[in-house]
């Protein structure tokens, strides 16, 4: 071709001043690639050699462009026409063209064409569905590459234009075509799962542009929400739980806990069981896991049962004077009521859990009850005693009958906590604790109630009418005395004479009691 170029010149220099001149010559085209284009040049009159030039580079003589496939040379040569066909224009087109009449040394005008090359396909990294977890922020990039002008893309989701994408673009190789990148960020509120969204790339060449979408796939832990029914529910019952689960990815395996203990045999969402007092206080847990993780969430179940000791109540032996302090724990379901009472008494001492008697006296000795009573439900009792530590108390028939002549006896009945360390029977001259002194025995027998000690005379005899008998009895706390006179069975009633206990275990309800 170089020697071609020369011989244009030499021409061109040889005939200066032809009087042919172009009736038609090609003007600046823009075409879309892939389209056709005709490029006029048309010399009327002139029979000379005609050269088509591309950015200066001479395509071929005449009509002979064998060296360009899709190039051809058309129009009636008769006429002059030296038309330029370009089929299926290329990137390699977008250039200056030139027609040239050798002979007539004259050239047209460069025409620049414009080749204009759509996008490729947009394409969206991630896409069709782009995973991301619940509260991330969604980071999308679409690429059009390849496009001549640059690809203008912009974001689409609901038919809106979204705002706020970052753009770039990258000059190719060829230095005529470019790629161009859009990134748009998206926060957490902005986002919902299952939603579209259109990347859509348009140049020149594309006009109405090209769409590429992507699915959002919002993935979470499972959201959980456990329902129990029926409730409340007597004990006893059936329950059933069911553990509704929203979960994107699926749900791997459920866990039910009790109390924190697993329970076997169950791996679905629901769980069906027989209630009793311990759902109460137990929470039934259901854990839901998928490949993020688990959650868990535990409920109680409203059982409705009867009073149940939590801590047995204890007996107490305390000192006189002294404060008694009974703790009596129940639970029950709905909310119970409690009583202390003492037993024999109707008097209320306590409604609560803790009954405290202050400052104990002999008389508060005794059994006390502690009743719990869930309405409608059930009720449940327990007793305790109360020892109180003190002097001996002694009550027995200041005047007791015997037959004269036959065998007498006379009792002394002796309340003591702790028990008496000593007891002895006086009159006269004599003291006797135990065993047999003449006509004298002395036995002493324990009981439930307290220590009954007895006098034995072998023959009663007038003098045994005159004497005076003392009962003692010691413990560590202090000491009892009581005077006890014979009387001949059968003499008038009105001259038996008791003596009245100083104190009853069944009168605190008539003193002042201290409750907590």
Known sequence: MSDGVGLISLLFFALPGSSAVFTQEPTDLVVVAGQPVTLPCSIPGYHGMVLWLRDGMALGVNR??????????????SKGEYHLLIQRTEIQDDAFFECQAIQAAIRSRPAHLTVLVPPDDPVIVGAPVVSLRAGDYLNLTCHADNAKPAASIIWIHNGLVLSGAIYSKTLLRDGKRESTASTLYLSPSNIESGQQITCRASNKAAPNGKDASVTIDIQHLPIVNLTVEPQPVLEGNLVKFHCATK?????????????????????GDTYEVLVDH?????????????????TNISRNVDVYFGPRMGAEPQSLQVDLGSDAVFKCAWTGNPSLTIVWMKRG???????????????VKQEDAGKYVCRAVVPRVGAGEREVSLTVNGPPTISSTQ?????????????????????????????????????????????????????ISTLTMSNIVPADFQTIYNCTAWNSFGSDTEIIRLKEQGEEEGEDVKRQPARSENNRGSDPVHCS
């Open 64 to 77: 002979d462009l064998s060296g360009y496939p899709r190039y051809d040379i058309v129009g009636d040569h």
């Open 278 to 294: 311990s759902f109460f206080t137990e929470p039934v847990s259901c854990e839901v896991t998928n490949t993020l993780g688990s």
């Open 345 to 359: 008494s109707g008097v209320v001492l306590s409604n609560k859990s803790t009954l405290t008697l202050k400052a």
């Open 247 to 267: 979960a994107n990815p699926p749900v791997i395996y459920y866990r039910w806990a009790k109390g924190g203990n697993v329970i076997p045999d169950v791996s």
């Open 399 to 451: 005047t007791q009958q015997v037959l004269y002549g036959e065998k007498g006896q006379i009792k002394c009945f002796i309340r003591s906590t702790p028990p008496p360390d000593r007891i002895a029977w006086s009159w006269k001259e004599t003291v006797l604790e135990s065993g047999t002194s003449g006509r004298y025995t002395v036995e002493t027998v324990s009981t439930e109630e307290g220590v």
